[in-house]
């Protein structure tokens, strides 16, 4: 059996002062499995960026102009999905880590090494592509249950008007798919539309 090493790749936002840029962070990370790289000079830009894009992971190089970077931290652990790793100075090291540690932020002390700031970096993507995993069976299990729904109310109007059992209209749905080279789920909303509509036109 063939396993697939091909994965999505992950978007970064790096928020960060004077010191490390995207370059640096790029070249680190490798830009086939991290992609697109945006850099926000400061928390309040980081806020306005994040209303309407969500990265998959989030770099905050602490401390920033506008503030120390931890409460930024906190605030968007809660807010979005994404893997958040803090990087602050030795000496807040302890206290900054016990701050966001139950948030699910990673912290690491500066300066940090090539290797470290990769490694973490590393684990926060695993965890992140574990997530989008289960949203995607999660995304795929409320789909099939809205289907049932659909389907099973197109089945209970043919059988309420049309004196069918439970298996022909089951086979009716079946057919009228096959027939029109359509998805169940189409036929049965068709089948709800139209006797929805009679009703609203007799005033049911």
């Given at each position: 059996?063939?396993?697939?090493?091909?994965?999505t790749?992950?978007?970064?936002?790096?928020?960060?002062?004077?010191?490390?840029?995207?370059?640096?962070?790029?070249?680190i990370?490798?830009?086939?499995?991290?992609?697109?790289?945006?850099?926000?000079?400061?928390?309040?830009?980081?806020?306005?960026?994040?209303?309407?894009?969500?990265?998959?992971?989030?770099?905050?190089?602490?401390?920033?102009?506008?503030?120390?970077?931890?409460?930024?931290?906190?605030?968007?652990?809660?807010?979005y999905?994404?893997?958040?790793?803090?990087?602050?100075?030795?000496g807040?090291?302890?206290?900054?880590?016990?701050?966001?540690?139950?948030?699910?932020?990673?912290?690491?002390?500066?300066?940090?090494?090539?290797?470290?700031?990769?490694?973490?970096?590393?684990?926060?993507?695993?965890?992140r592509?574990?997530?989008?995993?289960?949203?995607?069976?999660?995304?795929?299990?409320?789909?099939?249950?809205?289907?049932?729904?659909?389907?099973?109310?197109?089945?209970?109007?043919?059988?309420?008007?049309?004196?069918?059992?439970?298996?022909?209209?089951?086979?009716?749905?079946?057919?009228?798919?096959?027939?029109?080279?359509?998805?169940?789920?189409?036929?049965?909303?068709?089948?709800?539309?139209?006797?929805?509509?009679?009703?609203?036109?007799?005033?049911?």
């Amino acid at each position: 059996m063939t396993i697939s090493t091909q994965k999505t790749p992950l978007s970064v936002l790096l928020v960060s002062g004077p010191g490390l840029s995207v370059d640096r962070v790029a070249q680190i990370l490798g830009p086939s499995q991290y992609t697109p790289v945006h850099l926000c000079l400061s928390a309040t830009e980081a806020r306005r960026l994040l209303l309407t894009w969500t990265p998959d992971l989030l770099l905050i190089n602490a401390p920033l102009p506008d503030e120390n970077g931890i409460q930024l931290a906190q605030d968007l652990a809660q807010r979005y999905p994404c893997g958040i790793l803090l990087l602050v100075k030795a000496g807040v090291y302890e206290q900054a880590s016990y701050c966001v540690e139950d948030s699910g932020v990673l912290t690491l002390p500066k300066p940090v090494s090539r290797q470290a700031l990769y490694q973490a970096v590393k684990l926060l993507s695993a965890t992140r592509w574990k997530l989008k995993a289960l949203e995607n069976q999660a995304a795929t299990l409320q789909s099939k249950m809205e289907e049932i729904q659909v389907i099973n109310r197109a089945k209970f109007l043919l059988v309420e008007r049309q004196n069918m059992t439970e298996s022909e209209a089951h086979r009716y749905l079946e057919k009228k798919a096959m027939d029109t080279c359509q998805k169940r789920r189409v036929v049965a909303q068709a089948v709800i539309a139209a006797y929805e509509g009679k009703d609203k036109e007799k005033g049911l």
